[in-house]
């Protein structure tokens, strides 16, 4: 029998990328989802990914995503939410549809999967709903406070959604820092940022996929917060 399958939102690149490689590598079948075509989903097809291209942003096409997977899959093991965004608030768009976006990706749409295919995950049970978070969800953030906002509305979600739906499945999210500086970043903004790390060094792609697998494997942990942070808390 095949092993049931992960899904896994945003995986064009970064975190969700590395994560569908490493499950696909792991002989684990891998639904992924994007919104913008990369030469990166090429290579996850190849490798026997199933690919949804899904805007977070047009409620059709989430519907769309839902009735696929629905009528394609009985079992999932797990749900990885990592598709964002980080808009900043003063971008080029008004206030409130700033902030209406960052309650799409991050809260509405992570509601709308869980809700749907909570009987798929229940029949595969024991599985998984993983968010991925922020640190700044914690704290806020003075550029970013839409973004920060709807963080903290998804960590409230994965206390409700692990009160909801015990025991069959585990609900919990990842909250990091400083994973992976962007190739754009400069030196300037580097050195800055790691003055704020106790490690004074980036997480790594590795470190998150081992927190996940942390999570998957837990028989006996849900409804947290998993903070990955390199000590940022303390500096």
């Avoid at 969700?16 to 919104?35: D, K, M, N, Q």
């Avoid at 550029?143 to 509305?153: E, G, P, T, V």
């Avoid at 704020?196 to 081992?210: F, M, S, T, V």
């Amino acid at each position: 029998m095949s092993p049931d399958p992960v899904l896994i939102t945003g995986v064009g690149q970064r975190i969700g990328l590395h994560l569908a490689r490493t499950f696909l590598e792991r002989g684990r079948p891998v639904i992924g989802t994007y919104r913008t075509p990369r030469a990166t989903l090429e290579d996850l097809a190849a490798r026997g990914a199933e690919l949804h291209c899904c805007d977070f942003y047009e409620p059709g096409q989430v519907e769309e995503l839902i009735g696929a997977v629905l009528a394609t899959h009985s079992r999932l093991r797990a749900v990885i939410h990592n598709a964002s965004d980080w808009l900043p608030d003063g971008a080029a768009l008004p206030a409130e549809e700033v902030m209406r976006r960052m309650m799409a990706v991050h809260v509405s749409v992570p509601y709308r999967l869980n809700l749907a295919l909570a009987p798929l995950l229940k029949a595969g049970s024991p599985s998984d709903i993983i968010h991925f978070g922020d640190y700044v969800s914690g704290r806020g953030s003075r550029k970013h406070i839409a973004y920060a906002a709807s963080k903290a509305a998804q960590d409230n979600l994965t206390r409700s959604f692990a009160a909801l739906l015990a025991p069959e499945v585990k609900v919990n999210s990842i909250a990091p820092a400083l994973i992976l500086f962007r190739d754009d970043d400069s030196d300037a903004y580097r050195e800055k940022t790691l003055r704020k790390n106790l490690l004074a060094r980036e997480g790594g792609l590795d470190e998150l996929q081992h927190q996940v697998d942390y999570l998957l494997g837990s028989r006996y942990v849900t409804g947290r917060v998993v903070h990955v942070d390199g000590g940022r808390h303390l500096v």
